[in-house]
């Protein structure tokens, strides 16, 4: 059986797991309560720039 030939370190066994992590977990979206359009969680909508029922993002007048 292979045995490992020097200890990883708790860092370097984490730095591990979570770039594993990060590319088997889909993005979780949810609907903008304002203005109705896909945003990720926990964001500021891009669209409207509402966040929890305030406006936080300045968006340019086009």
């Not at 045995?3 to 903008?32: G, H, I, L």
Request: proline share 5%.
């Amino acid at each position: 059986m292979a045995n490992p030939t020097c200890k990883m370190s708790k860092s370097r066994r984490d730095k591990r797991r979570a770039q594993f992590n990060a590319r088997t977990k889909a993005a979780v979206t949810v609907n903008c309560p304002h203005c109705g359009e896909p945003t990720l969680s926990h964001r500021a909508c891009r669209h409207c720039g509402h966040y929890r029922g305030r406006f936080v993002l300045n968006k340019a007048e086009k």
